[in-house]
């Protein structure tokens, strides 16, 4: 048995109070997520090819044992143009019994009200070929039992970058279960965290956040 979904257009229109939100990778990896989180489910994402969807723009989903249970990505340019979308389109496939599979037995209670979580952003440079899951997992491992999450909010490959790279901006969000976390505990664990990805996959920090 097999979920998947399609997602063609405008995810959200643009408001006068907000603006749109487009359909893209992020937007059905997030997706995926989501289901993931609701059903329990731990997986991993990693770069993959498939002929329908976009190259760079798409990953293979990975239950908890390291096998695939699925894909995801935006679908390619000449399969929308055959079957007449109007695009962006975003879609993905999973295996229901393998992503069941990988769901964990019990939910770990964790005390959310009691000590605020303190959030910072990086951008990093590296290499455009590298995928963002490798990144992602990088700084999960440096960051530690303060590291409630790590994830990516923005993309860019441009005439400010050399050429072969891209820059990747990163929500990092921190938590301690005994205490509210200080500035300086918070700066020195994006710190090792940088330095991390640095020694690691070799990421630079881009503009101001070079100077934190």
Not at 50 to 70: K, M, N, Q, S, Y
Request: proline content about 6%; hydrophobic content about 45%; overall charge negative.
């Amino acid at each position: 048995t097999h979920v998947g979904f399609l997602v063609v257009g405008e995810w959200e229109p643009e408001f006068w109070l907000r603006e749109g939100v487009s359909v893209d990778y992020f937007l059905g990896k997030g997706l995926v997520e989501r289901l993931c989180q609701a059903l329990n489910c731990v997986v991993e994402f990693a770069a993959s090819r498939e002929p329908f969807l976009h190259p760079g723009r798409t990953a293979t989903v990975l239950g908890r044992d390291g096998e695939p249970i699925g894909w995801l990505g935006e679908v390619h340019p000449l399969v929308l143009q055959a079957y007449e979308l109007r695009g962006p389109a975003v879609a993905a496939e999973l295996d229901v019994e393998r992503l069941l599979a990988s769901a964990q037995a019990t939910r770990e209670f964790r005390d959310l009200l009691a000590y605020p979580v303190v959030k910072q952003d990086v951008a990093l440079v590296v290499d455009a070929r590298l995928p963002a899951a490798d990144v992602l997992r990088s700084l999960r491992r440096a960051g530690g039992a303060l590291l409630e999450e790590a994830a990516i909010f923005d993309v860019y490959e441009g005439s400010q970058l050399p050429p072969g790279k891209k820059s990747l901006a990163v929500r990092l969000s921190f938590r301690a279960p005994d205490r509210t976390l200080s500035e300086a505990e918070v700066n020195v664990l994006r710190a090792q965290m940088v330095e991390a990805v640095r020694a690691e996959l070799g990421a630079e920090l881009r503009g101001p956040s070079a100077q934190a």
